[in-house]
Structures are given as C-alpha cells and as structure tokens.
C-alpha cells in the first residue's frame, strides 16, 4: 500500500523542515510546502474520481475534502510567515514541523477508504496539532493541551470502538469480513443491525468529539482560546472538517443498511443541543477566541443536523461544510491580529479596534455576517438549503426552530464583537507596536471574500464537486 503524494510530500517536508537549522527559512519553507501540495492536489482532482487502491482511493467526497483542506492551509501558511517572524521569542521549529503533519493525516483522511485507516488519520491530527496549541507556552495553554488531549483521546478511542462494532456487525452478517466502506456498502443489507446501531452510536460520540459537538465540545473553548489564530483557523476549519466526512461516510452506511431513521434522529438531536448550547454560551461571552469556538460549535450542530435530514440535505451540508471552513478560519486570522494590537482577547481589553486595526477589524466585522449567515454571504445560501429541505419535508417545527437559534447566536456574536469594534482604544493599544499589515490582513479577507463570493455566484466546477460528493455519499441536488 503505497502513500499518495499529497500524504507523503507533507510529512517528508515536516521532517525537512524540522532538520533546517534556519529559523527564518521554517515558516518559508511552510508555505512552499502548501503551495506544492496544493499542486499536487490539483493533479490528483485531475485523475478519475475513485481511482487508486482499495484502502487509499479518492472519490468524490474526498477529493472535495482534499480541495478545501489545502487551499485552507495554504492561506495559513502564507498567514503564519508572518506572524512566526513577529513572534521571535517562541521556538518555530516545532509549530512548523507539527503544521506541516497536521497536512498529512488531514490529506490521509480523505484517502482513506478503511475503517481503521479512517481512524489512524483522525488520530494522527490530534497528536500532531496538540503542541501548535501549547504554542505560547503559558499555564493556560498547558492546560487547554492536556484537556485538548484527554477528552479528543476518549472521544477517538470511542470511535475505535464503534468501528470495532461496525466490522463486527459485517462478520456477523456472513461472508467474507472485511472493512472497506465500499464493501461494506455492498453488503448493508447484511449487517448486523443491534451491532451495527451500537456502534453507529459510539461514532457519532467519537468524531463527534473531535467535531466538537454538545455536550463532547468542552475542550474546544479552551483550545481555540488558547492556541494562536491561525492554529484555531486550522482547527476549526481543516480538523473538524476530516472529523464531519468520517460521520458522514458511516451515516451513509447506516442508511442503507436500513437504519437511517435512527441515526437521523440522533443527528438531528445532537445538532440541536449543539445549537442550543452554542447560542446560551454565547450570550455575554467577553473572550473573542472563546466566542468563535462557541460559534463553531453551532456550525458543527448546523452540519449534523443537515446530514440528520437525510440525502435531500447532503449538497447543503457538504456545501455548507466549504463556507464555514473558510469563513471561520478568516475570523481567528483576523482575531489573532486583533490579540497582538491589544496585548488580549477580552471585551474589556479590545475595545475600538476598527478605530486601532481599520483592516483586520473590518474584516472581523464582515466576517461575523458571513459566519451567521447574512446575505449575500454564502452560509445564508446553505443555511436557506437547510430550511428549504426540512419545510419539503414536512418539518415546519425544525425549520422554524433551526432560525430561532440561528437568531439566537447571531444575538451572542454580535453583541461581543461590537463591543470590541467599537470605541475608544485602551492606552495599552494605543502605544502597541503592531500595526495592520497586508500580509496579516490580507489572508483573512481573502477567505471572507470567498464566502462573499461564493454566495453570489457559485462555480461551475465546484457546484459540480459538491453534486458528485452528495451524489456519493447517497444524496444529490
């Protein structure tokens, strides 16, 4: 079984880059090392869809998967030579070598086709991003890694379990075991369902973990508070993104074993909590970090209520997957701009930031309409998708509460954000050294732009990803 490329060029450059003696040529050689797999990326997308090896094979969800995990973190890269040079007294070696791993097990996740492939590439992004969050090396940041760590490894080893169940259910049901999802898929019809409904369970708590779905979500506050923008923008927007595919491949084989009623409930009740959770935590939240991971955690709810809604709403989700990654990656680059100028991340410690940091908070502005959803950014266009299916099916009360709490959160944002734009800035911001940069403030509005953009005119070619991807995973538009 050989490696893809995309999978390997990353972890052989993060050992490269963790030999290279130069500081200063680290974050340089990051950001070469995005391009080139972005490169490599759009030479794979090239190839027919599901070509490659039983175990590593790229079909149409995970060449979407790929696509977005490597422009996300080529955007990233680009953004972290910036900010590694304004940090000098932090180490790089590490945080770039450990970013470039994160790569890899991102690319192997959407490669794999094994149920225990699956597992080792979600596993190998927790270890490998667990020191990007210990990055300041502060008590907070320790802290938030140990607990990053010990709820993610439960939350991991409950979804090693579940798969347990899963090929145990396959072995039940006769034939020939195996854990290949295409032949699992081949043979739904077969497995066992009291195992198979068990295990469907104890996944959705596993990569519902690393999702960070209530009431699994109590490491992520801490660790996006704590790590660096652009570490939270990696998270939030590349890990949690692997985490959702994996639920995604494993609700469709629920589906057609003939159990899709009973995971869609739970999806649906799952993403509901999310979204309830999120949007009381958000009321009053001061903490600008904390405030996105809370956010995030409604998006998570946002997409497993989605795919809750069965194959109508896969194109929504998928769709929705893509706007959201991009959309809160730009605000925790944004956000860790606004950190530097004000020396914290608290309402009482940034305050008037359009008035100190024009830029990157006026990208932080329009970055919290993007994030909720308003028009004409696309989250309104997924989010209406979402609407739409759940009224077609008779679901008024879902969709009517869908946007109450879609109402709700958007009142928690902005609310803190607006009391960190507006104002008079503190004597402390006043006299700080940082200012707006192009190439601080340039990446975030980058990704804003294409929520913008891509909920005003959505391409051809990437219309046509989302289809084959939905179409896969048993839905379609």
């Known amino acids: 079984m050989l490696l893809p490329l995309p999978v390997v060029v990353p972890l052989a450059l993060a050992v490269a880059v963790y030999l290279t003696p130069s500081r200063l040529w680290r974050p340089r050689l990051l950001a070469l090392g995005a391009a080139i797999h972005l490169l490599l990326v759009g030479l794979a997308l090239r190839a027919?869809?599901?070509?490659?090896?039983?175990?590593?094979r790229l079909d149409a969800p995970g060449r979407l998967l790929l696509l977005l995990v490597s422009v996300l973190f080529l955007v990233c890269a680009v953004y972290a030579v910036g900010?590694?040079?304004?940090?000098?007294?932090r180490e790089n070696r590490r945080f770039t070598a450990c970013m470039l791993a994160v790569l890899g097990a991102m690319s192997l996740v959407a490669y794999a086709q094994h149920l225990g492939l699956l597992w080792v590439g979600i596993e190998a992004t927790t270890l490998a991003s667990a020191p990007l969050v210990y990055f300041n090396r502060s008590a907070r940041s320790i802290e938030a890694t140990w607990k990053y760590l010990l709820i993610s490894s439960v939350g991991i080893a409950l979804a090693l379990l579940g798969s347990f169940f899963v090929g145990y259910a396959a072995l039940l049901g006769g034939?020939?075991?195996?854990?290949?999802?295409?032949?699992?898929l081949a043979r739904a019809g077969e497995l066992s369902r009291p195992w198979l409904r068990t295990g469907f369970a104890l996944l959705l708590v596993g990569y519902g973990t690393k999702m960070g779905l209530a009431p699994m979500h109590t490491w992520k506050p801490d660790a996006y508070g704590e790590a660096p923008g652009v570490v939270g923008a990696v998270l939030?927007?590349?890990l949690t993104s692997c985490a959702f595919l994996a639920l995604l491949r494993f609700t469709q084989l629920t589906a057609a074993a003939g159990e899709g009623i009973y995971a869609n409930r739970l999806l649906i009740a799952i993403g509901l909590l999310s979204m309830a959770v999120a949007?009381?935590?958000?009321?009053?939240?001061?903490?600008?970090?904390?405030?996105?991971?809370?956010?995030?955690?409604?998006?998570?709810?946002?997409?497993?209520?989605?795919?809750?809604?069965?194959?109508?709403?896969?194109?929504?989700?998928?769709?929705?997957?893509?706007?959201n990654a991009f959309g809160k990656a730009g605000l925790f680059l944004a956000a860790g701009n606004l950190h530097r100028a004000f020396g914290g991340k608290t309402t009482g410690e940034i305050r008037g930031a359009l008035?100190?940091?024009p830029y990157s908070g006026t990208v932080f502005l329009f970055g919290l309409f993007a994030i909720t959803g308003s028009p004409p950014f696309g989250l309104f266009v997924s989010k209406l998708l979402i609407v739409q299916v759940a009224l077609a099916a008779g679901r008024g009360w879902?969709?009517?509460?869908?946007?109450?709490?879609?109402?709700?959160?958007?009142?928690?944002?902005g609310t803190t954000t607006f009391a960190a734009l507006q104002g008079r800035?503190?004597?402390?911001?006043r006299q700080s050294a940082y200012r707006d940069r192009a190439r601080g403030y340039l990446p975030p509005l980058l990704l804003v732009a294409l929520v913008l953009l891509l909920g005003l005119h959505l391409p051809a070619s990437l219309r046509g990803l989302l289809t084959e991807a939905a179409a896969a995973l048993g839905g379609g538009r």
Do not use: C, N
């Open 48 to 56: 027919p869809a599901g070509s490659g090896g039983d175990w590593l």
């Open 83 to 89: 900010y590694l040079e304004q940090r000098p007294e």
């Open 175 to 184: 034939g020939e075991a195996s854990l290949l999802f295409p032949d699992l």
């Open 236 to 238: 939030a927007g590349g």
């Open 279 to 323: 949007g009381a935590l958000l009321l009053g939240q001061r903490d600008l970090k904390r405030m996105l991971a809370y956010s995030s955690v409604e998006q998570m709810g946002i997409l497993a209520l989605a795919a809750g809604l069965g194959a109508a709403a896969t194109f929504a989700a998928l769709l929705h997957l893509v706007l």
């Open 355 to 357: 008035r100190r940091l």
């Open 398 to 413: 879902l969709a009517a509460l869908f946007v109450a709490l879609l109402l709700l959160v958007f009142a928690g944002m």
């Open 425 to 429: 800035p503190t004597a402390y911001a």
